[in-house]
């Protein structure tokens, strides 16, 4: 997996100085040099056989010098902090295809303009001059670069913002669609044995039961809730389980201390705690005692669970402890212990409230 995670790194570097239209400064600075080098100096018509001549075969070598420069050297070897081999294969290809171009130009590349230009130059000068013109060229082009280089560093920086806010995004949903498969299919299980019989409850059962999904889909979109509706939200949960007759034997007595008005917290934070308690089989009546105390900026709450703890439930509660640190950090703490001397389980939960909240959709 590293391996191909390396392999796409080094992909994406090779490309960099093309994608996202960037082969424009390409093509626009080899119009430049078309320009300059090839028809302003140009003393007679401007023909085919000029351009492939004074252009096209003349700069063959140095395109060769500056592509392995940027498509090889720099993502192979630059930004993977090869730098002695980096400057090495620099020098190397510099002073190597200047003298190469000598040799091709003397071989292939005829200049007339209209009238034969003079060839009758030392290797050592026209040498000299190839590499002069290379050093040249070569500083403007890795200025060109070096402005693509920094441009591709602030569009990273708005990627990497953009990935952040996308990673809180996915976060969000999976809180928001955290509610337990076993539970779900229990509770419709519920409803639908229910509407069988028939029951009196069965249609307050079902609207109670949508609007907790509801709540879970709309306020789960946010980064924050109003407390008002949280608390709402959880008592209807209660409600939903009580009437349950025939499956839960969880009897919960809720107790609130606090004013819960223009006040916001973590959505979902009591709702999804709630959870893991009621996927327990019980099989003869328990007591869950809730006390929820609200605060100026923070809100309390105790459980006592009437019974010892299983696995399952000490997983799902480390589950929920998980999720939220990803998504708000150590901001919410959850503490929970075993009284095997009372068989009884609790869980204290500290959340902050805050009263001028983020709503950011996702």
Known sequence: MSNFAQLEINERNR????????????????????????????????TFSLIFNHFFLSNIMIATFFYL??????????????????????LVSLLGISALDVFFGRAFV???????????????????????????????????????EKNEENSTLLELEKEKREIEQVKLDLLKGNINPEFLMRSLHQLKESAKIP???????ILTFSDLLRYRLYRGRQLYS??????????????????????????IKLAIQGDENNKYITPL???????????????????????????????????????????QLLADLEVYRDNYSQLYGNVIKIHYQEDEKEQSFFVRLSLPIVDQPVMMEV
């Open 269 to 311: 934070a009591i709702v999804n705690l709630l959870e893991p308690f009621c996927k327990i089989m019980h099989h003869q009546a328990v007591a869950l005692s809730i006390i929820i105390l609200i605060e100026a900026n923070e809100l309390h709450l105790e459980m006592e669970y009437g019974s010892t703890s299983t696995p």
């Open 199 to 205: 029951e009196e409850t069965t249609p307050e059962a």
């Open 15 to 46: 490309w960099v100085y093309f994608n996202k239209y960037r082969w424009v400064a390409h093509a626009a600075y080899w119009i430049w040099v078309l320009i300059i080098s090839t028809i302003m100096p140009a003393k007679g018509p401007i």
């Open 69 to 90: 420069y940027c498509l090889y050297f720099i993502p192979y070897f630059f930004k993977r902090n090869k730098n002695l081999q980096f400057w090495l294969l620099m």
């Open 226 to 251: 109003p407390l008002k509706e949280e608390l709402s939200a959880f008592q209807s949960f209660l409600h939903f389980i009580g009437l349950d007759h025939l499956h839960h034997q969880l009897h």
């Open 110 to 148: 005829h200049l007339t303009d209209p009238v034969p230009m003079d060839t009758d130059k030392s290797f050592s000068k026209v040498y000299i001059g190839n590499l002069a013109s290379y050093l040249l060229n070569f500083l403007f082009f890795s200025i060109m670069l070096f402005f693509m």
